[in-house]
């Protein structure tokens, strides 16, 4: 499993986007419809092979038959840093060696990205959603290399959680990357990331 990327999500798409933006000084780039969820996002590449995902609900899409990815179903309030995305060339294999609950194989596609992500039935991670969401791509670009450069890097990516060391030994022997940490505290993400303008601290 390699970091792949990173959500924050919003009641609108519009109030996720104006968060990163305002929280980073850059600007994001349109993405497009996800039919299996209903959902819509905006994207910001990132260095090192990663990107930033602003999502939400998308008003005009139909009701999907199963829940929503990222507990989008019941987000309220601020948009914020919601959740982390793994990439694994193993979707089915990797499923089996973590936590029960970490969902199952969903086919979603946008435009001419095709991919596996790993989904719960009810739209929630383990660890109350903290545990990292699974990405196999099966389209042969990756979507880091067609977005604009941002000047932007992920320097940290703080992982709170009362049981962090749970969740820290679940994911070993399948993960491990030094940007990423686990605290003990109360559940939240937080990204310090390097942007043209300095150290940005977004949550």
Request: hydrophobic share 40%; aromatic share 6%; proline share 8%.
């Amino acid at each position: 499993m390699l970091l792949d990327h990173i959500a924050i999500s919003g009641e609108t798409l519009a109030s996720a986007v104006d968060a990163v933006e305002t929280a980073l000084g850059v600007s994001m780039q349109p993405g497009g419809q996800h039919d299996v969820f209903g959902t819509h996002n905006a994207l910001l590449g990132l260095e090192d092979g990663l990107y930033l995902e602003a999502i939400a609900i998308d008003p005009g899409a139909a009701q999907p038959t199963r829940a929503r990815c990222f507990d989008l179903d019941h987000f309220s309030g601020p948009a914020r840093l919601t959740n982390w995305i793994c990439r694994t060339d193993d979707m089915v294999g990797t499923l089996a060696r973590l936590p029960e609950g970490a969902g199952e194989p969903v086919a979603l596609k946008r435009g001419d990205f095709r991919w596996l992500m790993s989904s719960p039935a009810n739209g929630v991670q383990p660890f109350d959603d903290l545990h990292p969401t699974l990405i196999q791509w099966q389209s042969p670009v990756h979507p880091s290399t067609v977005l604009t450069p941002s000047g932007c890097a992920l320097q940290r990516l703080v992982v709170s959680h009362p049981e962090a060391a749970a969740l820290r030994s679940a994911l070993a022997g399948e993960f491990s990357d030094p940007r990423v940490v686990f605290e003990p505290g109360s559940i939240a993400l937080m990204a310090e990331v390097k942007t043209p303008h300095g150290l940005r601290v977004f949550r």
